[in-house]
């Protein structure tokens, strides 16, 4: 347990001192924050009332499909892989321990939006913390499921940007955070809930749970997580 615990901070300190993580774990998603918290709080008032949930919905999908995957395209497309074989680690450790590091990164990012939004744009806070937070969780979870499968099945960075991309944004766009999807064609606003980020929108703008919002997020996680097995299967018999 110890090795595993040092595992994970290991990935944490590398994750700290790479540019690219950075960038899209912290720095584009608060700058983002506080570009359009600006915009939306000028142009529409009632904006206050969603604004921490829409910019953390940003932010972790960007963190989750743009920068989670980038660790792991460097560890199984690299011989990175056949160090671990051949001190006989697991190489799911790899996955997990980058997983639970970008999780905590983008749960921080999180929390900072939570702190500041309403400081510096009067933004409403959740009607219940506990429940928001609890939302923020899952949503991430599932968010950072998907990216660990784009890791897997992605073989070099040229690709990894294109297939992140073609992901995340349908996923913003479609999700009601950036205008009302109710604005939308109704083929294309109902093909917005193939993403997690239109129920992530949903249930964490709620005031308690609501299964029909939570279930698709559980199917799609478990789908997710049973396709990074399958890739995980597949990457240790090359």
């Keep these: 347990m110890s090795a595993f615990l040092y595992g994970i901070r290991i990935q944490w300190m590398m994750d700290l001192r790479n540019k690219g993580i950075l960038i899209t774990y912290y ?31 940003f932010g972790v999908s960007m963190g989750a499909f743009l920068g989670a995957p980038a660790p ?23 996955m997990v ?7 905590l990164h983008l749960l921080l990012m999180s929390t900072i939006i939570y702190l500041v939004a309403p400081i510096a744009f009067e933004a ?22 998907i990216g660990s499968l784009i890791g897997l099945c992605v073989k070099n960075a040229s ?50 749970p609501e299964m029909n919002q939570l279930i698709p997020l559980v199917i799609i996680g478990i789908c997710a997580v049973l396709l990074c097995v399958f890739q995980l299967r597949k990457i240790n018999k090359v």
């Excluded at 409403?124 to 499921?145: D, H, K, N, R």
């Design 124 to 145: 409403s806070t959740p009607e219940s913390t506990p429940f928001y937070f609890l939302s923020l969780c899952i949503f991430l979870l599932v968010c950072l499921l």
């Design 97 to 103: 321990n980058n997983l639970i590091s970008a999780f």
């Design 27 to 57: 720095i584009v998603p608060l700058v983002f924050f506080a570009f359009m918290g600006v915009i939306f709080t000028s142009i529409d008032p009632n904006a206050k009332n969603t604004l921490i949930q829409s910019m953390t919905i």
């Design 159 to 208: 690709k990894l940007t294109m297939i992140s991309q073609f992901l995340f944004l349908p996923s913003i766009m479609l999700s009601g955070i950036m205008f009302p999807t109710a604005m939308l064609p109704k083929a294309i606003a109902n093909a917005g809930f193939i993403f997690p980020a239109a129920w992530g929108m949903k249930m964490m703008t709620g005031a308690e």
């Design 72 to 94: 792991l395209v460097e560890l199984y497309g690299s011989d990175i892989k056949k160090s671990y074989k051949a001190g006989g680690i697991p190489l799911w450790i790899g």
